[in-house]
């Protein structure tokens, strides 16, 4: 399963958070009654090409609805620590001058009861509560990063299907024609 940190770069994206939006909006752009007659006209002028824009439409349609599930769920469910830095080590570095001792103490606190300091040093740095607090985060939430995982990955796949199918398309034609 993946971690939100590995999560991140798909989640931080700009392109993923505006299909956020699509959940919203993508029916009425997609099938709106203006693009069915553009089909309709393309239906009478070349039969094959209905059957593909269509089959290739909802393809788009439902890979981009599927990643903005994911987006909204990695926008609601992943730690805000996680979001901003792509690593333990970046946040601790940028983290450690400002936490005070009653931070690290309730840092210490949260991390004692998860179980995850892994040092084993009760007198443990800063920075290295700093690096397991970001890693403790990371792991949260089991059942949102699967969804929010499997939600990203079907929905990248689906918009992978379209140009897919033009390649294989092209290519057997360019094949064909030597």
């Known amino acids: 399963m993946l971690r939100w940190n590995t999560l991140r770069g ?26 069915s007659e553009a089909l309709k006209l ?21 890979g981009l609805m599927f ?15 996680n979001k901003k830095y792509e690593d333990s080590a970046e946040y601790a570095e940028a983290e ?6 009653t931070l690290n103490d309730l840092i210490r606190e949260v991390l004692d009861e998860a179980g995850k300091r892994h040092l084993g040093l009760y007198h443990a740095t800063v ?14 939430s089991p059942v949102a990063r699967t969804l929010v995982t499997l939600l ?12 897919a199918q ?3 398309s092209i290519t057997r034609r360019m094949l064909t024609s030597l």
């Open 10 to 35: 798909v989640g931080n994206s700009r392109l993923v958070k505006l299909s956020s939006t699509f959940p919203f909006i993508g029916y009425a752009i997609l099938f709106n009654q203006y693009v």
């Open 42 to 62: 393309s239906e009478s002028l070349v039969p094959d090409l209905i059957a593909t824009t269509t089959t290739r439409l909802y393809f788009v349609y439902f």
């Open 67 to 81: 990643l903005g599930l994911g987006s909204i769920g990695y926008q609601i469910f992943c730690p805000w620590i």
């Open 96 to 101: 450690h001058a400002i936490t005070s001792n």
């Open 127 to 140: 920075s290295d509560n700093l690096r397991e607090y970001y890693e403790h985060l990371s792991t949260s």
């Open 152 to 163: 990203f990955g079907l929905g990248i796949t689906l918009l992978a299907v379209p140009s």
């Open 166 to 168: 033009s390649f294989v």
